[in-house]
Each structure stands twice: as C-alpha cells, then as structure tokens.
C-alpha cells in the first residue's frame, strides 16, 4: 500500500486529498512514481507545524506557475536494517505469490541477489516496494 497526501495552491483547495493506493487489475501504476515532482524540499510555512520531526518526503510540482505539494512516507532505507532482517524483508517480497519469473524456476539466492543489484544501482522504486511495510525507525 502506498499513502500520500496531495496539497493544491490555495486558489484549489477543493482538490487536497489524501491517496491511499494499491495494486490493481486496471492497469494503474502502483507504485505511483511522482513524475515531474523534486523531492527534498524545505516545507512551506503552513505544513512546518505538521511533518516536523516526522519521516515525512516533501515533495513539489510546479503547474501552471502555482506549487503543488506532495507528502509521502519517507520508508525505511535497507542500510538501516540488519542484515538478517533485510534479507527477510526481501525473501518476503520476493517469495509472494504472483511473482512469477517465467519459463525457468529462479532460486531464491538469485531472486534475493537481483533485488539487492537494483537496489545497489539506484532503483528507488524497488527499495520503497520492499521496505514500505516496515515500521519507521524509532
């Protein structure tokens, strides 16, 4: 599951929301990938007093010359795991059902191998799918 918050201009403020999103069989793309916000912004005075000292991501996406935020969970970075707990976590992606890897049977030491290669290479995508699950860090 993936939560976040949509924060309008102050002229739109009927389209704030929150998006709580899921894989489904539509075709959407899960999960969502923010194309065209830049992350790590400083927050606008009027969000400060809520994501303070939180594991909140802020995000911005400039439309038509207003600012529109998102705010999403920041996730747990595998470098905070344990090495046995990330392995776990992974094993656990990697073992659900529906993952499917074609013709050929793949060992779990190669599945677990290829996540920790993308991860390695940058691929955020994967280490917000794996980690999105876990509890923030204390």
Request: charged share 20%; net charge negative; glycine share 8%.
């Amino acid at each position: 599951m993936q939560v976040f918050v949509g924060i309008s201009p102050a002229c739109w403020p009927e389209e704030d929301a929150l998006y709580i999103h899921t894989s489904n069989p539509n075709g959407t793309v899960f999960p969502y990938r923010f194309p065209g916000v830049s992350w790590g912004v400083q927050p606008p005075a009027f969000l400060r007093e809520f994501v303070a000292g939180e594991p909140w991501e802020i995000g911005v996406l400039e439309r038509e010359g207003k600012h529109w935020f998102v705010v999403r969970d920041r996730g747990v970075a595998p470098d905070d795991l344990e090495p046995d707990t990330l392995r776990a976590v992974i094993e656990s992606f990697v073992l659900r059902e529906g993952t499917d890897y074609g013709e050929h049977e793949t060992s779990l030491e190669a599945k677990v191998a290829q996540v920790l290669i993308l991860d390695s290479q940058g691929f955020g995508e994967t280490r917000n799918a794996i980690t999105a699950s876990l509890p923030h860090p204390a």
